[in-house]
């Protein structure tokens, strides 16, 4: 029996992106209430009491402050950012070749994806067709949006995109999810500090603006959702529009103020996607021995509960319970918006040495009974008791 596959949203009815720039494989959930505060969605995830797709946290709404740091954040690194747009870009033109199709994860990947999409265009005059599909941790990438994919794309062609990487998490979930599909498993980001995958613009842990926010960067689109009472068998993950966030939305504003960098760096761009193309780019997962390390000194011996990188960190202290921050000596202006954040949140910031990452988020141990754990519910010790920190 052949199923029909659902129709795909598009901008501006679903997003604030344009309809060129992103093809949407998810299901509208916009009228629906799935928001809960941070401290209630922690202890009920941590707990096993639900998983962290059924909801969705409460969007963090940037204070003057901050959105200053934004501004100047995008100001100062615009252009790095265009270099690593346009050296992942042609990298990826040298492997995969014109006919690639362009697949982000929601929902960091889709400000990359579109970036991508548009030095391509800019620079070889290709017109590449870019969705967005949702990975789940622990319960694999949307099998709906496969399915669409693969009905219209050569499956070998689909280069799935992510903004950066942390300690490989994602990277290995989509690994996994992959296997025997035909899809390529192989992830392209922007900057990859755990150094996890081959397909990267650097390998530097540096700012990324658009981790610095949440829809208001994002085409006012939230984080998926994958619940059995919203999504079916046949649907896609759910997402919501934040229509109400428009007079706050940056989103097309960052891409401009981006690609307005792509003619200064096209050569550069070029120089260093030659310059990878004859490197040893193997994987050394680097950063998740990082990880081990820290949560074993810190006493958390939870791996899941250790976000190394400032996107990850970032997103420790827009969504979650933060417990403290460890920050590498001498790290500059790219945690500005980090020690700000910590500030508010009243949330420690310790200087350390030797860290691959130009910072670590720690979520709070105090809601470890349960903790996250690879399946996105529920990890215990062997006792079935908390684990224990250095405090308690």
């Not at 501006?12 to 992103?22: G, I, L, Q």
Request: include cysteine; proline fraction near 6%.
């Amino acid at each position: 029996m052949t199923t029909t596959l659902p129709a795909p949203l598009f901008g501006p009815a679903f997003s604030s992106y344009s309809a060129e720039d992103v093809i949407w494989l998810l299901k509208d959930l916009s009228g629906v209430a799935l928001e809960a505060p941070t401290e209630e969605r922690e202890e009920a995830v941590q707990s096993g009491g639900a998983h962290y797709a059924e909801s969705l946290p409460i969007e963090y709404q940037p204070s003057p402050e901050y959105q200053e740091l934004y501004k100047q954040a995008l100001a100062a690194s615009g252009e790095r950012i265009a270099l690593a747009v346009g050296t992942v870009a042609e990298t990826l033109l040298r492997e995969r070749g014109r006919g690639l199709v362009l697949a982000s994860l929601a929902r960091a990947g889709t400000p990359v994806g579109v970036l991508i999409r548009r030095w391509l265009g800019f620079a070889h005059g290709l017109d590449v067709p870019h969705y967005t599909v949702s990975i789940v941790r622990g319960r694999g990438i949307d099998p709906v949006a496969l399915r669409h994919l693969a009905a219209h794309h050569d499956a070998g062609s689909v280069v799935f995109v992510d903004g950066w990487t942390g300690k490989g998490a994602i990277t290995r979930e989509l690994s996994e999810a992959l296997q025997g599909s035909g899809f390529d498993p192989d992830l392209a980001v922007l900057a990859d500090p755990g150094r996890c995958v081959r397909t990267y613009g650097t390998r530097d842990d540096f700012l990324i603006p658009s981790a610095c926010l949440n829809s208001t960067v994002s085409g006012l689109i939230s984080r998926t959702v994958l619940r059995p009472d919203l999504i079916g068998p046949d649907d896609f993950h759910g997402a919501k529009f934040y229509r109400e966030l428009a007079v706050a939305d940056v989103s097309n504003d960052f891409l401009t103020a981006v690609a307005a960098h792509f003619p200064a760096v096209r050569a550069a761009a070029v120089a260093a996607a030659d310059a990878l193309a004859a490197e040893d780019r193997t994987p050394t997962w680097e950063g998740w021995a990082a990880v081990e390390r820290i949560s074993a000194e810190y006493g958390i011996d939870n791996v899941n509960l250790v976000k190394p990188g400032v996107g990850e960190t970032t997103r420790v202290m827009l969504r979650r319970v933060p417990w403290r921050v460890l920050a590498r000596r001498g790290a500059g202006a790219d945690l500005d918006h980090v020690r700000l954040l910590a500030a508010q949140r009243g949330v420690p910031v310790e200087e350390v040495d030797d860290l691959p990452y130009s910072c670590v988020g720690l979520i709070h141990p105090r809601y470890t009974r349960g903790a996250t754990g690879a399946d996105g519910t529920a990890v215990h010790t062997a006792e079935g008791g908390e684990v224990l920190t250095k405090e308690s």
